[in-house]
């Protein structure tokens, strides 16, 4: 192979092949630039300008809202880690994406990232911003959609952690050591509120904090508002708390000895040939824990399966009016919540939580809750029905990860992007679909 300083390199296997490197011409994120014109329509740097503050000289070097979307857009694109800024500060997405000032200079250093994450937005009002700003964000959205009925999930996870992270403590239900956050979601996959937790309370700590606040927000909007969660959140509180507030809700019950009595008739199997498919069968009825103040209504869903010996049961306590089956069926959307949480977790790294304080940890889950919800709004507000049901990871991998080359002439700009899934119909396609978004109030 033949070498010098700034000549392509020949190789030996085919005389006729050249290999050269564009360094900062060249890209393989190419489709965050339609995300980017998504958060430009959206009005997403007004939203930093409002909800965060700059607490540097006036003359700084790199813009804050810069400093900001390299942060969300990195995890975006899938890079967990600060360190990558060392690499991504020239990528020419990663210029691009932020204002014209940087493009010819480059984004953002390790250092400075790392600095801007765990110190600049660590201060206590950029902390409690950046919430305001994830809110604000899905409020434009919702502007677009104005429909009368707001549905709530509610969830918790584990994010693994290792070494001595503050707070970072053993759980025995995920055995391993971790944190332990809540997320909220709307029903069009929307992440409104987060809260990181140390990783040894209980499933349902903290829930008033993160619930009922946008209970609130939502009523006031005058929306009908309806509730989900999985059996952690079987609590006489959290009944109490929503039939106060009108909120209807359907919320898993753990199985007992009392609500299997009052099933009893459905427990043995059927008598004659067994089915060949799950034979299920529903009853509803009233039903008061010794910690409940009043009697609630009890949905049970009994199957019985194929080659079981005993039938799988499952309780929800409702104020729902639906009739059973539908009631059942309501719930079982409850696993949508769980495939988002998945997806943040591997899409946009809302697991990699790596710092040794918990206040920058809580920032560094907040920023890939941000990454979420402009990917999310990016597939809901601007995807053809065709590809609408991607996964953040598939969006990622297929849309985020277009190679391209940037050619700079003298009035232009020009990002050459490959032809792949982000075919030029397509990014056209969306392209439009961005343009006919009504521009934000104000």
């Known amino acids: 192979m033949g070498e010098s300083q700034n000549q392509p390199f020949q190789l030996s296997f085919n005389a006729s092949l050249r290999v050269d490197f564009q360094g900062s011409?060249?890209?393989?994120?190419?489709?965050?630039?339609?995300?980017?014109?998504?958060?430009?329509?959206?009005?997403?740097?007004?939203?930093?300008?409002?909800?965060?503050?700059?607490?540097?000289?006036?003359?700084?070097?790199l813009p804050f809202a810069?400093?900001?979307?390299?942060?969300?857009?990195?995890?975006?694109?899938?890079?967990?880690?600060?360190?990558?800024?060392?690499?991504?500060?020239?990528?020419?997405t990663f210029r691009l994406v932020g204002s014209e000032k940087i493009w010819d200079r480059g984004a953002a250093l390790t250092s400075r990232l790392q600095t801007f994450e765990t110190e600049m937005l660590a201060e206590e009002e950029n902390f409690a911003g950046l919430a305001r700003l994830n809110r604000a964000l899905i409020g434009r959205a919702e502007a677009m959609d104005s429909g009368d009925r707001a549905v709530l999930d509610l969830g918790s996870t584990e994010i693994p952690v290792c070494g001595e992270q503050e707070q970072s403590a053993y759980n025995g239900h995920f055995e391993s050591t971790c944190y332990h956050p809540l997320l909220l979601f709307n029903r069009e996959g929307d992440c409104l509120a987060a809260k990181l937790r140390p990783g040894n309370v209980h499933s349902a700590e903290g829930w008033e904090d993160v619930l009922l606040p946008e209970i609130e927000r939502q009523q006031q909007m005058g929306k009908e508002v309806v509730f989900r969660a999985d059996a952690a959140f079987a609590k006489p509180e959290v009944y109490e708390a929503l039939e106060a507030r009108g909120v209807k809700y359907a919320i898993r019950i753990p199985a007992n000895d009392s609500l299997e009595r009052d099933i009893a008739e459905l427990l043995p199997r059927p008598l004659g040939r067994p089915s060949?498919?799950?034979?299920?069968?529903?009853?509803?009825?009233?039903?008061?824990?010794?910690?409940?103040?009043?009697?609630?209504?009890?949905?049970?869903?009994?199957?019985?399966?194929?080659?079981?010996?005993?039938?799988?049961?499952?309780?929800?306590?409702?104020?729902?009016?639906?009739?059973?089956?539908?009631?059942?069926?309501?719930?079982?959307?409850?696993?949508?919540?769980?495939?988002?949480?998945?997806?943040?977790?591997?899409?946009?790294?809302?697991?990699?939580?790596?710092?040794?304080?918990?206040?920058?940890?809580?920032?560094?889950?907040?920023?890939?809750?941000?990454?979420?919800?402009?990917?999310?709004?990016?597939?809901?507000?601007?995807?053809?029905?065709?590809?609408?049901?991607?996964?953040?990871?598939?969006?990622?991998?297929?849309?985020?990860?277009?190679?391209?080359?940037?050619?700079?002439?003298?009035?232009?700009?020009?990002?050459?992007?490959?032809?792949?899934?982000?075919?030029?119909?397509?990014?056209?396609?969306?392209?439009?679909?961005?343009?006919?978004?009504?521009?934000?109030?104000?």
């Not at 499952?314 to 409850?334: D, E, M, Q």
């Not at 999310?376 to 991998?397: D, E, K, V, Y």
Request: a positive charge; charged letters at 25%; proline letters at 3%.
């Open 25 to 61: 011409r060249v890209t393989s994120d190419g489709g965050l630039i339609l995300i980017r014109e998504l958060d430009e329509r959206l009005g997403f740097g007004e939203l930093i300008e409002q909800y965060l503050t700059d607490s540097r000289a006036k003359n700084a070097r």
């Open 66 to 92: 810069d400093l900001l979307r390299q942060s969300v857009y990195s995890r975006l694109a899938g890079y967990e880690d600060v360190n990558d800024a060392e690499r991504l500060s020239h990528d020419a």
């Open 276 to 442: 060949q498919k799950p034979l299920v069968e529903y009853k509803g009825f009233l039903y008061q824990a010794a910690s409940w103040k009043t009697a609630r209504r009890v949905v049970a869903k009994v199957e019985h399966h194929p080659g079981e010996l005993f039938p799988r049961v499952g309780f929800i306590a409702t104020n729902l009016t639906l009739p059973s089956p539908a009631v059942v069926r309501f719930y079982n959307k409850l696993g949508t919540a769980e495939q988002w949480i998945k997806e943040g977790k591997q899409a946009v790294k809302m697991t990699r939580l790596s710092c040794h304080r918990f206040r920058s940890n809580e920032v560094r889950l907040w920023l890939s809750v941000i990454a979420y919800n402009l990917g999310n709004l990016w597939r809901r507000l601007a995807f053809p029905r065709r590809i609408g049901n991607w996964s953040l990871t598939s969006l990622q991998q297929r849309l985020v990860k277009t190679g391209g080359r940037l050619v700079r002439h003298a009035r232009y700009y020009w990002l050459l992007l490959a032809e792949g899934h982000l075919s030029r119909r397509l990014f056209g396609s969306m392209l439009r679909m961005i343009a006919a978004l009504p521009l934000p109030d104000g």
